[in-house]
């Protein structure tokens, strides 16, 4: 009788062990990922002027044209990536069609948006590095956030037929509808010494 009872109880703890080990193997694992997940202060902008929207308040869907230069949609991107009035930048969609370039990027980039909408971004910018191995670096960065991602990257980008200038491009998602936006920072002046 007492063999009987220690086997059961050796059976039943073997049980628990098993079915403790299947459960572990069967919950999710949880793994600590770094960044930025939350992105807490979104803002709306005008896709030509940068115009902040009136109030920094959502438009109505049926007034999302700007209200200071009447010629850009407004936008929705994260606050530390939105362009300020002033600011080159461009909107493209997820097959790297430019679909809104701002006036300061028209002057940069020396085409003006009615010529650019629709063509390729590839013939208006190119990654910095002509020696680089990925060329396809900065558009495969560019397609992700016109895909379906919120963060912010950055890159340095030269105008396509231009050598030796390097922008610093901050890459986020902009929309709706969801797009990529490229704000381009202006090459700074370097700051000269008395010496």
């Known amino acids: 009788m007492l063999c009987a009872h220690s086997c059961r109880l050796a059976c039943r703890r073997t049980e628990r062990k098993i079915l403790h080990m299947t459960d572990q193997l069967l919950r999710p694992k949880f793994r600590v990922i770094e960044g930025d997940l939350a992105v ?23 007034a999302r044209v700007c209200t200071q230069c009447s010629m850009g949609l407004l936008l929705e991107a994260r606050a530390d990536a939105a362009p300020q009035p002033g600011s080159a930048f461009l909107v493209c969609d997820s097959q790297l069609l430019i679909q809104a370039l701002s006036k300061a990027a028209e002057d940069l980039l020396g085409v003006r948006e009615e010529n650019a909408v629709n063509r390729p971004l590839g013939e208006l910018i190119a990654p910095a590095d002509s020696e680089a191995q990925d060329q396809t670096a900065v ?11 919120d963060s912010l990257t950055r890159a340095f980008v030269r105008p396509a037929d231009t050598f030796g200038v390097r922008l610093r491009a901050r890459i986020t998602s902009c929309g709706p509808p969801r797009a990529a936006l490229v704000v381009l920072d202006s090459p700074r002046a370097p700051i000269l010494h008395a010496v």
Not at 40 to 62: E, I, L, R, V, Y
């Open 40 to 62: 807490d202060s979104w803002t709306w902008f005008c896709g030509h002027c940068a115009a902040p929207s009136p109030g920094n308040q959502p438009p109505a869907p049926n």
């Open 139 to 149: 558009a495969a960065l560019i397609a992700h956030a016109a895909s379906d991602n």
